[in-house]
C-alpha cells in the first residue's frame, strides 16, 4: 500500500506531522513525503500543456511531476496545511495546482454538474489535516466545502478533513487514521 | 466618487486570458468616472521583493480593489494565495482605511457556482484584512472568454454591459448591481452546447500539438 503526503505546514505548524508519518508508517505504508516549504516548485502556468502537448505530463520539469507521479500512485492521499481565508498554505497549493495531469480535459456531467474526468480511475482515499491559527467565524465551514468540492473533482472513494489543535493532535490523528482503517476494511 | 483603484490581475497569464478580458471591462466602466487605475499582475509581483513592495504600495494607496482571477483546483490559485497571505502578514505595515474589494472569479465550468469557495476565500481575506467585501461574482465558461490555450475569447455585450455596470457602481458607491451579478453568473449558451464545443476544442488544440491520439497517455500507470 502506497501513500503521499504533502505537508503544507511551515515553521509554526510543523507540529501537525510527526504523528501523521508515524501512523501512516505503522500502518504499513510505504510513504513519500513532501514537505513543500524546503521544494522548489514552479508555479502552474495555466498553459494546458499537461492536457495538449504533454499529456498527462506537465510541461515544466521539476519536482512537480514527482509529486504528481506519486498522487498516482497512492492509495492514501494525505494533505497537511495551515488554513488561511478558508484555503490551503500557498505551499501546499502550489503543489496542488501541478497535480491537473490526473485529470483529463473533457468535460463530463456527475450528478448534474460537469467535471473533468480521472485520467486513470485508481480508487483513492483522501485524508486532510488543517489547523487556522486565529480561527474566524465560518473560515473552518469555508475550508469544509474547500475539501469536499476537491474530494469531488479528485474523484476519490472517500475523504475526511480534520481541523487539528496542538493540545489534541495525537489523539485526532489516531481517530483519523483508525476511522480510515474501518472504511477500508 | 473618483478614487484610486488597485486592479490585481490574478492569472499566471498576466494581461491575456479570460481573468484579463474580463477586468478590463470593469475598469472601462471605472474610467468612465473618473477613476484613476493602478494595474499590477500578481505573478510579476511575487518573485522580486521590490516588484511586490510596489504591489503593497499600490494596495496601500488605493480606495478599491478589483481582483480578477481564474478558478484553480477548486479555490484560489497558489500565487493568488500567496499575494494575499503577504498582505495579511504585512497588515501592520498598511494604511488602516476601510478599502473595497471586489472579487471577480472565472472558471472553465458552465457552473458559475463552482467558483464559490474561491470567492469565498476573498471575503475572508477582506475581513482580515479589514475591508468592505464589495462582492463576488462568479462568471463560468471561461473558455469563451478567453481562458483556453488560445488565449481567444470575446465577452457578449450584455456580459460587457454588466461589466461596466460592476466598475461604474463600485466607483459610485452603494451595493453591488445585482441584476450584473446574476447576468455574469448565468451560462449565456446551453451547458451542454458548451461542453460539446469546449472538448471539441481540446481535440483541436492536440490536434495540433500533433498528440490528439495521446490525449489519454497515462504516464504514470501503475505497474
Same mark, same amino acid.
Given at each position: 500500500?502506497?501513500?503521499?503526503?504533502?505537508?503544507?505546514?511551515?515553521?509554526?505548524?510543523?507540529?501537525?506531522?510527526?504523528?501523521?508519518?508515524?501512523?501512516?508508517?505503522?500502518?504499513?505504508?510505504?510513504?513519500?513525503?513532501?514537505?513543500?516549504?524546503?521544494?522548489?516548485?514552479?508555479?502552474?502556468?495555466?498553459?494546458?500543456?499537461?492536457?495538449?502537448?504533454?499529456?498527462? @505530463?506537465?510541461?515544466? $520539469?521539476?519536482?512537480? !511531476?514527482?509529486?504528481?507521479?506519486?498522487? %498516482?500512485?497512492?492509495?492514501? #492521499?494525505?494533505?497537511?496545511?495551515?488554513?488561511?481565508?478558508?484555503?490551503?498554505?500557498?505551499?501546499?497549493?502550489?503543489?496542488?495546482?501541478?497535480?491537473?495531469?490526473?485529470?483529463?480535459?473533457?468535460?463530463?456531467?456527475?450528478?448534474?454538474?460537469?467535471?473533468?474526468?480521472?485520467?486513470?480511475?485508481?480508487?483513492?482515499?483522501?485524508?486532510?489535516?488543517?489547523?487556522?491559527?486565529?480561527?474566524?467565524?465560518?473560515?473552518? @465551514?469555508?475550508?469544509? $466545502?474547500?475539501?469536499? !468540492?476537491?474530494?469531488?473533482?479528485?474523484? %476519490?472513494?472517500?475523504?475526511? #478533513?480534520?481541523?487539528?489543535?496542538?493540545?489534541?493532535?495525537?489523539?485526532?490523528?489516531?481517530?483519523?487514521?483508525?476511522?480510515?482503517?474501518?472504511?477500508?476494511? | 466618487?473618483?478614487?484610486?483603484?488597485?486592479?490585481?490581475?490574478?492569472?499566471?497569464?498576466?494581461?491575456?486570458?479570460?481573468?484579463?478580458?474580463?477586468?478590463?471591462?470593469?475598469?472601462?466602466?471605472?474610467?468612465?468616472?473618473?477613476?484613476?487605475?493602478?494595474?499590477?499582475?500578481?505573478?510579476?509581483?511575487?518573485?522580486?521583493?521590490?516588484?511586490?513592495?510596489?504591489?503593497?504600495?499600490?494596495?496601500?494607496?488605493?480606495?478599491?480593489?478589483?481582483?480578477?482571477?481564474?478558478?484553480?483546483?477548486?479555490?484560489?490559485?497558489?500565487?493568488?494565495?500567496?499575494?494575499?497571505?503577504?498582505?495579511?502578514?504585512?497588515?501592520?505595515?498598511?494604511?488602516?482605511?476601510?478599502?473595497?474589494?471586489?472579487?471577480?472569479?472565472?472558471?472553465?465550468?458552465?457552473?458559475?457556482?463552482?467558483?464559490?469557495?474561491?470567492?469565498?476565500?476573498?471575503?475572508?481575506?477582506?475581513?482580515?484584512?479589514?475591508?468592505?467585501?464589495?462582492?463576488?461574482?462568479?462568471?463560468?465558461?471561461?473558455?469563451?472568454?478567453?481562458?483556453?490555450?488560445?488565449?481567444?475569447?470575446?465577452?457578449?455585450?450584455?456580459?460587457?454591459?454588466?461589466?461596466?455596470?460592476?466598475?461604474?457602481?463600485?466607483?459610485?458607491?452603494?451595493?453591488?448591481?445585482?441584476?450584473?451579478?446574476?447576468?455574469?453568473?448565468?451560462?449565456?449558451?446551453?451547458?451542454?452546447?458548451?461542453?460539446?464545443?469546449?472538448?471539441?476544442?481540446?481535440?483541436?488544440?492536440?490536434?495540433?500539438?500533433?498528440?490528439?491520439?495521446?490525449?489519454?497517455?497515462?504516464?504514470?500507470?501503475?505497474?
Amino acid at each position: 500500500m502506497r501513500a503521499v503526503l504533502l505537508d503544507g505546514t511551515d515553521g509554526k505548524t510543523s507540529w501537525m506531522v510527526p504523528h501523521i508519518v508515524e501512523r501512516v508508517q505503522a500502518m504499513g505504508y510505504t510513504l513519500d513525503n513532501y514537505h513543500l516549504e524546503d521544494e522548489k516548485i514552479k508555479r502552474c502556468l495555466g498553459c494546458f500543456g499537461c492536457w495538449v502537448k504533454t499529456p498527462g @505530463e506537465c510541461i515544466i $520539469d521539476d519536482i512537480g !511531476r514527482k509529486v504528481t507521479e506519486s498522487w %498516482v500512485k497512492s492509495d492514501l #492521499l494525505i494533505i497537511a496545511s495551515p488554513v488561511l481565508f478558508g484555503t490551503y498554505s500557498f505551499n501546499l497549493k502550489k503543489a496542488l495546482d501541478r497535480i491537473l495531469p490526473i485529470l483529463l480535459p473533457y468535460f463530463i456531467r456527475i450528478k448534474g454538474e460537469v467535471h473533468h474526468p480521472h485520467r486513470y480511475g485508481y480508487k483513492q482515499r483522501l485524508l486532510v489535516f488543517g489547523h487556522v491559527e486565529a480561527p474566524m467565524v465560518d473560515e473552518e @465551514e469555508a475550508f469544509r $466545502d474547500l475539501v469536499l !468540492r476537491n474530494a469531488l473533482n479528485f474523484h %476519490v472513494v472517500g475523504s475526511d #478533513l480534520v481541523m487539528l489543535t496542538k493540545e489534541t493532535v495525537v489523539h485526532q490523528v489516531n481517530d483519523a487514521f483508525s476511522k480510515l482503517e474501518g472504511a477500508s476494511s | 466618487m473618483s478614487g484610486k483603484v488597485l486592479l490585481l490581475y490574478g492569472s499566471p497569464k498576466g494581461e491575456k486570458g479570460a481573468s484579463a478580458n474580463i477586468a478590463h471591462h470593469v475598469i472601462e466602466g471605472m474610467r468612465e468616472r473618473g477613476a484613476e487605475i493602478t494595474p499590477i499582475g500578481i505573478y510579476r509581483s511575487l518573485d522580486q521583493q521590490e516588484a511586490f513592495d510596489r504591489l503593497v504600495k499600490a494596495f496601500d494607496e488605493a480606495d478599491s480593489v478589483v481582483l480578477s482571477f481564474p478558478l484553480y483546483i477548486d479555490t484560489l490559485h497558489a500565487g493568488v494565495c500567496e499575494a494575499l497571505t503577504r498582505l495579511y502578514r504585512g497588515k501592520e505595515g498598511i494604511s488602516q482605511k476601510r478599502r473595497k474589494l471586489l472579487a471577480i472569479c472565472n472558471c472553465g465550468f458552465p457552473e458559475s457556482r463552482q467558483c464559490r469557495s474561491a470567492l469565498r476565500s476573498c471575503q475572508l481575506f477582506a475581513e482580515r484584512m479589514g475591508m468592505e467585501f464589495w462582492g463576488g461574482v462568479a462568471i463560468g465558461n471561461g473558455g469563451m472568454l478567453g481562458g483556453g490555450p488560445s488565449h481567444d475569447g470575446r465577452i457578449n455585450v450584455k456580459q460587457t454591459e454588466a461589466l461596466h455596470a460592476l466598475g461604474k457602481g463600485l466607483n459610485d458607491g452603494g451595493a453591488i448591481p445585482a441584476e450584473a451579478v446574476e447576468l455574469l453568473g448565468r451560462s449565456p449558451v446551453p451547458p451542454r452546447m458548451y461542453t460539446f464545443f469546449a472538448n471539441m476544442g481540446w481535440n483541436a488544440a492536440a490536434r495540433k500539438n500533433g498528440v490528439r491520439r495521446k490525449m489519454k497517455a497515462r504516464p504514470y500507470q501503475r505497474s
